[in-house]
């Protein structure tokens, strides 16, 4: 079967300004660089789909100072034909590692069913309007398409109350996500037993980590609200955690895969998150060739190097 994966998400301008510190109020300070880059969540992740080999479309807004983004986004191979450029509002523009937060006000019409014709996957996060997220997972949902998000930023508790989490089949999280998410919707009852099924190798910290998430992880599947999702839980250096459900009906399972072993030094954590989840759902996706080494692979070669669409690999580059 062939898939394709439409991401509704964020696109925006990074502006890198080198420095050598960084200024105090009032302060001016000399830049010896400037680079504008593309940026956003939705972005990132669907040209981390495209690199590994997934068919992929983008939908989002760009203002007249972001009509570049879309070439940037075609030129990695990712679809571009739902894009929407709008006359009156510029795209964001996030200044690193000062970030504007100007909120965004033109919003995307409700998907109809016949937009997400043709798509078996949905990728979303949460850096666009929470109610077009919301319309286009029902959209998919009812149409049986496999959704995936990743709540970041997270919700606020209300909206994580709120959200129609049983309308996602993946959520990928970090650790601080899933606690958070946990403190937002309270303890389940009980607990369900989900025995670790690949005994934690490496560091004494690495195996804490590891079973911390695996505690918070088993409580977020045994929520009411989260039952009916499979887990990922990434945990930066130290690997991640997944509760999956192999087959309708039955229980979860908890895996852990370690990060992969790095044969140089880090250099730029930023988007590895994203290299992490668009190499996952090409992995959902069944694109030939897919393994649970290459998902780590990529994010392993992603911080080692600068940058954050420009570090994520293409599968070629990705040793299994
Ligand atoms: N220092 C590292 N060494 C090796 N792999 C790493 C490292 N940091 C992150 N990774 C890989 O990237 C995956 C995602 O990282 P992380 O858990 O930090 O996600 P995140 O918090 O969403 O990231 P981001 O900072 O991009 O938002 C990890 O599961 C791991 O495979």
């Known amino acids: 079967m062939t898939t394709k994966c439409l991401v509704r998400g ?30 956003g969540k939705g972005a990132n992740q669907a040209v981390a789909i495209a690199k590994a080999g997934g068919s992929v479309d983008f939908i989002g807004i760009v203002g007249p100072n972001g009509r570049w983004l879309i070439n940037e986004l075609h030129s990695h191979g990712v679809g571009i034909d739902k ?96 606690r958070d998410l946990l403190a937002s919707v309270g303890e389940p009852r009980s607990v369900d037993t989900i025995e670790l099924v690949l005994p934690p190798e490496g560091a004494p910290e690495d195996l804490i980590a590891v079973r911390s998430a695996h ?58 998150g994203d290299c992490f989840t668009g190499y996952f759902v090409s992995g959902l996706m069944g694109l030939k060739q897919s393994h649970k080494e290459d998902l780590i692979g990529a994010a392993g070669i992603c911080v080692q190097r600068r940058g954050t669409i420009d570090s994520i690999p293409l599968r070629e580059e990705v040793v299994v």
């Open 10 to 39: 964020s696109i925006n301008i990074d502006e890198y300004f080198h420095v050598k510190s960084i200024s105090r109020p009032g302060e001016t300070i000399s830049s010896f660089g400037f680079e504008s880059r593309p940026g």
């Open 83 to 178: 894009m929407v450029i709008v006359e009156v509002q510029n795209t964001m523009t996030r200044l690193s590692p000062v970030l504007h937060h100007a909120a965004n006000h033109i919003e995307l019409p409700p998907p109809t069913p016949g937009s997400l014709e043709g798509f078996t996957h949905l990728l979303l996060q949460n850096e666009i309007p929470l109610k077009s997220t919301v319309e286009y997972l029902s959209a998919a949902h009812k149409l049986g398409i496999i959704t995936i998000m990743n709540p970041s930023p997270l919700l606020t508790a209300e909206q994580t109350r709120e959200f129609p989490w049983r309308k996602l089949s993946w959520l990928i999280v970090n650790e601080g996500e899933a």
């Open 215 to 272: 505690m918070i992880g088993s409580k977020l599947v045994s929520h009411p609200k989260f039952k009916s999702i499979n887990i990922v839980c990434t945990l930066g250096s130290v690997g991640l955690v997944a509760f999956v459900s192999l087959a309708q009906g039955v229980g979860k399972m908890a895996l852990y895969l370690p990060a992969a072993k790095l044969d140089g030094p880090v250099v730029d954590t930023t988007g590895a």
